[in-house]
């Protein structure tokens, strides 16, 4: 991106040069000169369409690790009051609804079971059913799928997947309230009666991690963290359903923009007046699309907890936290003093609430919300501890991952399926995947630097370092 | 214009061409090009058959309709799909699609999880109709 367009406000905050004009409202950057050097002139290109939408409050915002996406830049963030005919964006939220991690810890310390390692990494393959094709166990009718469509991991814990202090680390309690199963087609379902329980492919993983570094000592007590402990992390959404969801909506939304009285910059920032009917339905059927999500990752992590049983039959494995980076939630803010109910759209973005914020789980409200910044197989990952100062800057928001540097087709030419995975055990990251290509892809030097991106979110004062964690065993679909 | 298939680069995700002598042959090649990303179309036997039809009148919507109709119902069907027919008669679009259970020895690539309005475009060339835009994976 050319940097002569942003106008630099400190070391990590930017914005665009010649200020809000013509109908658009700021825009806002933050992140390090050569992060954004790196970052494609389309991310300023969708950042300023989507600061022309109605309603905006503050900017349209680019966390650290923002590439080009679908209308909204992956790592966008955009705040919508309905009360000024803001908006909702089926754009804003992305296809993969809720997509998130969930981390688990545990309390084995790597040295003690590092030799039983690949057993662990069979048993997980064997268990989580990951890649094209690759269907769950489970299989469910439309009226069953409503249940958990309205559930979310509140239904999984009640059919047996997990306990139920589970949901006291999961953000919502692992259920949204306000879900319309009625709003999402039957097309979608039908996509969806044999994935519950699946990972997917292409960027969604699960990994068993040590945690290699603490950089925050007390959040990581609260956390429960400590060097060389291993954890797990689970990277998925809500797999065909909610691509459905986003699929369907996005051109009805499209074709229904003139008629609700929204002048479209681009077709994928298809959205309605918060309060329409058209809005409203949308809320409804992304709600149950989250709540999908939510159901699957807490079935992923019952699944590896079977696994790690069988293997490791001492583990045990506690909820560490549960963040959704594709979402739109209705919060409120303090906006020139005054508290606000906005609607925050995070479209691969973490939530990042600060130290004493009530929806915080008691025991981390101290230091506040964990805040998952996920790596690509054969890089770290972190885990950071959200700010009372990113209210003030992003309404709570930060990164959440390293993001694509390189295309699939770049990386194809590049890497070698079966010499990366070879290469990655030699360094001691068991890999365990069914397609060999889509390892290449997914090749850890595809992406940008982690670990510029998580420092450059504790420098723009989004969220403070925590632990860094290395990858130990890979599960990719 | 003979009927063929390319790619092109998207930063995250992959960029589909389609190319044929009608619009309909253009769009069967699109399909061609989204399934190859997830297996070799030449290993995958026509043994199951999926029927897929829409009303759409803008014709790059329609295209993005095809390409998720096809990818909703073969993942509903547990199918691979290899080889792609499509027919329209004014804004009614009538397609069929033929394929097989995913099994273990068809090369996997990644999951195309659906096409999207990314660079979006259906068009005249050579003669003949070029399509694209870019699918999520």
Same mark, same amino acid.
């Given at each position: 991106m050319d940097l002569g367009r942003l106008q630099q406000i400190d070391e990590y905050t930017w914005t665009l040069r010649n200020g809000a004009a013509n109908g658009r409202g700021p825009v806002q950057f933050f992140g390090s000169a050569p992060l954004l050097?790196? /970052?494609?002139?389309?991310?300023?290109e969708q950042l300023a369409n989507v600061a022309k939408l109605p309603g905006l409050v503050g900017a349209a915002m680019a966390m650290p690790d923002a590439h080009w996406g679908y209308g909204f830049p992956v790592g966008g963030v955009a705040a919508f009051d309905p009360e000024q005919?803001?908006?909702?964006?089926?754009?804003?939220?992305?296809?993969?609804?809720?997509?998130?991690?969930?981390?688990?810890?545990? #309390?084995?310390?790597?040295?003690?079971v590092e030799s039983r390692l690949p057993r662990l990494a069979d048993a997980l393959f064997q268990a989580i059913p990951a890649g094209v094709g690759e269907e769950g166990l489970l299989k469910f009718s439309p009226a069953e799928l409503d249940e958990v469509l309205e559930g979310g991991a509140q239904w999984a814990v009640r059919k047996g997947f997990g306990v139920p202090e589970d949901l006291e680390y999961v953000e919502e309690r692992g259920r949204l309230a306000g879900a319309a199963p009625a709003s999402v087609s039957p097309l979608a379902k039908k996509r969806q009666r044999g994935e519950m329980g699946t990972l997917g492919s292409g960027n969604h993983y699960l990994e068993v991690q040590v945690v290699e570094h603490i950089c925050d000592r007390g959040a990581a007590t609260a956390y429960g963290l400590e060097e060389g402990q291993l954890a797990v992390s689970i990277h998925c959404g809500s797999?065909?359903?909610?691509?459905?969801?986003g699929t369907d909506y996005l051109v009805s %939304?499209?074709?229904?923009? &003139?008629?609700?009285?929204?002048?479209?910059?681009?077709?994928?920032?298809?959205?309605?007046?918060?309060?329409?009917?058209?809005?409203?339905?949308?809320?409804?059927? /992304?709600?149950?699309?989250? &709540?999908?999500?939510?159901? &699957?990752?807490q079935i992923l992590a019952h699944l590896t907890r079977e696994a790690f049983h069988r293997v490791l039959p001492e583990a045990k494995l506690e909820m560490l936290y549960d963040v959704s980076h594709n979402i739109c939630r209705p919060e409120r803010h303090r906006v020139d003093g005054q508290e606000r109910l906005l609607y925050i759209h995070r479209k691969g973005a973490t939530r990042s609430f600060g130290p004493g914020q009530p929806d915080v789980p008691a025991p981390y409200r101290e230091v506040g919300q964990p805040v998952l910044i996920g790596g690509s197989m054969g890089t770290a990952s972190y885990i950071l501890a959200g700010t009372a100062e990113s209210e003030?800057?992003?309404?709570?928001?930060?990164? #959440?991952?390293?993001?694509?540097? /390189?295309?699939?087709?770049?990386?194809?030419?590049?890497?070698?399926?079966?010499? %990366?995975?070879?290469e990655l055990a030699r360094r001691g990251i068991l890999i365990r995947t069914k397609s060999m290509r889509g390892a290449a892809e997914e090749a850890p030097g595809a992406y940008?630097?982690?670990?510029?991106?998580?420092?450059?979110?504790?420098?723009?004062?989004?969220?403070?370092r925590v632990a860094l964690l290395r990858p130990k065993v890979c599960i990719k679909g | 214009m003979e009927k063929s298939y390319a790619y092109f680069d998207h930063e995250a995700d992959v960029g589909i061409i389609g190319r044929g002598a009608t619009i309909e042959a253009a769009f069967e090649a699109a399909a061609e090009a989204t399934f190859a990303i997830m297996a070799d179309l030449p290993s995958i036997q026509p043994a199951a058959k999926v029927d897929v039809t829409f009303d759409e009148p803008d014709p790059e919507l329609a295209l993005v309709t095809w390409?998720?109709?096809?990818?909703?119902?073969?993942?509903?069907?547990?199918?691979?799909?290899?080889?792609?027919?499509?027919?329209?008669?004014?804004?009614?679009?009538?397609?069929e699609a033929w394929g097989e259970p995913w099994r273990a020895d068809l090369e996997k690539g990644v999951e195309v999880k659906g096409a999207t309005l990314t660079m979006l475009s259906v068009h005249p060339a050579d003669g003949g109709w070029e399509t694209q835009c870019v699918v999520d994976v």
């Open positions: 050097a790196s /970052m494609d002139d389309k991310v300023l005919g803001g908006i909702i964006s089926a754009g804003g939220v992305g296809f993969d609804i809720s997509c998130g991690v969930r981390c688990l810890r545990t #309390h084995l310390q790597l040295r003690d797999r065909g359903l909610g691509h459905q969801i %939304l499209a074709k229904a923009a &003139n008629r609700l009285g929204v002048k479209l910059p681009d077709r994928e920032l298809a959205c309605a007046p918060i309060e329409s009917p058209e809005g409203q339905q949308y809320l409804g059927a /992304m709600r149950a699309g989250a &709540n999908c999500a939510l159901a &699957n990752r003030a800057r992003t309404f709570s928001s930060a990164s #959440h991952g390293a993001g694509r540097s /390189m295309s699939r087709r770049q990386a194809l030419k590049q890497w070698q399926g079966r010499e %990366l995975v070879d940008k630097d982690v670990e510029l991106v998580a420092e450059a979110t504790e420098r723009a004062g989004l969220a403070r | 390409l998720n109709c096809l990818l909703a119902e073969a993942r509903a069907a547990g199918l691979a799909l290899g080889r792609f027919s499509l027919r329209r008669h004014n804004t009614a679009w009538r397609g």
